[in-house]
C-alpha cells in the first residue's frame, strides 16, 4: 500500500477564483509567528513580510534593539544641555578669544596715537604728577648708588685704619726707643676706625631708607601708574569703536553691535576711573611719606658727617642714638627706616 508523503504547509500557495494569490493566510501567518515569539527573546520588535511568488525579492525581517523587553520608541530633535554642563576646552578657547581681540583692540590704539592720526585721554594735572614722579626716582637712584659708593669706600679705609692701628701697636711693642710715638699714632688709626664704623653706620642706615623708599614704595606707586595707563588705552580703544559704529548706519545688523560695544565701552569707563582714583591718592600719600622720611635721613646725613669730620666724637655717637641705630656687626645691613616704622 503505497504510503502519502505529508503535506508541507509552506509549501502550499493558496489562489482565489480569479487567479490570483490569496493573502488572507500570510497575515494570519505573521499574526500567529508574532505571538508565538517569547517577550525576552532579545528583538523589541520583529516584522516578518512575504511576497508573491512572482516577486524576486526574499522576505525582509526588520528588528530593532533590546530596551530590557520593553518597547521603545526614540523621538529625534535638537539635543539641549544644561547649563551647569560646560566644556573647559571651549572656556580656554572664548578666553583666548577675548583676550586677542582686547590686545588687537589696545594695539591698534597705541599704533595710531603714536603716528598722530588717533586721540587719547589726557589728565594734565596727573600726568604732570606722574612725570615729575619718574623724574625724582631718576635723581634719587643716582644718590642711592653715589651713597653706596661712599659706603664702600669708607669701608675699605676703615679696615685700612684698624690695621694699621694694629700694625703701630705691634710696633710700640717691640721699639723701645719709638714706644711712645708707635703707640700715639697706633691710638689715632683705632680712633678714626672706631668712628668710622659708627660714621658706616650712619651711612648703611641712611642707603637703606632710601633704598626702601625708591624701591618699594615709589615703585608700588608706578605698578599702579602702569595699570592705570592700560586702563586709559583700553578706554579710549573701545571709546573708538564706539565712535565709528555710532558714524555708521543703523539697521537691525548694526542695532545689536552698537548695543555691545556700548555696554563694553561703559565697563572700561568705569575701570578707567576706579585706575585714575587709585593712582591720585597713592601719589598723595606717596608725597607725604616722601617728605617725611627725606627730611629725617637728610638730617641724620648731615650730622654724622659734620660730626666725624670735626672729630667729634660724642656728638657723632649721639646722632646715632638720636635716630635709634644700633651698630651691627660687619657683614650684617642696618635695618630700613620704614620697616623699623
Known sequence: ??????????????????GEVDDSHEHGFNRDLKHSLPSGLGLSETQI???????????????????????????????????EI??????????????????????????????????????????????????????????????????????????????????????????????????????????????????LGAINFFIASVNTLVNKTIEDTLMTVKQYESARIEYDAY????????????????????????HLFQAHKEKYDKMRNDVSIKLKFLEENKVKVLHNQLVLFHNAIAAYFAGNQKQLEQTLKQFHIKLKTPGVDAPSWLEEQ
Not at 571651549?90 to 592720526?117: A, D, F, H, P
Not at 569703536?241 to 545689536?256: I, K, S, V, W, Y
Request: net charge neutral; with cysteine; proline share 3%.
Open 1 to 18: 500500500m503505497a504510503q502519502e508523503s505529508p503535506k508541507n504547509s509552506a509549501a502550499e500557495i493558496p489562489v482565489t477564483s480569479n
Open 49 to 83: 513580510t512575504s511576497h508573491g511568488f512572482d516577486s524576486t525579492k526574499e522576505g525582509v525581517v526588520e528588528a530593532g534593539a533590546f530596551q530590557g523587553g520593553q518597547r521603545t520608541q526614540t523621538k529625534s530633535g535638537p539635543v539641549i544641555l544644561a547649563d
Open 86 to 199: 560646560k566644556n573647559p576646552a571651549m572656556e580656554k578657547l572664548e578666553l583666548v578669544r577675548k583676550w586677542s581681540l582686547n590686545t588687537y583692540k589696545c594695539t591698534r590704539q597705541i599704533i595710531s596715537e603714536k603716528l598722530g592720526r588717533g586721540s587719547r585721554t589726557v589728565d594734565l594735572e596727573l600726568e604732570a604728577q606722574i612725570d615729575i614722579l619718574r623724574d625724582n626716582k631718576k635723581k634719587y637712584e643716582n644718590i642711592l648708588k653715589l651713597a653706596q659708593t661712599l659706603s664702600t669706600q669708607l669701608f675699605q679705609m676703615v679696615h685700612t685704619q684698624r690695621q694699621l692701628g694694629d700694625a703701630f701697636a705691634d710696633l710700640s711693642l717691640k721699639s723701645l726707643e719709638l714706644h711712645e710715638e708707635f703707640g700715639y699714632n697706633a691710638n689715632t688709626q683705632k680712633l678714626l676706625a672706631k668712628n668710622g664704623e659708627t660714621l
Open 239 to 262: 571709546r573708538t569703536d564706539l565712535e565709528e559704529l555710532n558714524l555708521g548706519p543703523r539697521d537691525a545688523n548694526t542695532l545689536p553691535k552698537i548695543e555691545q560695544s556700548q
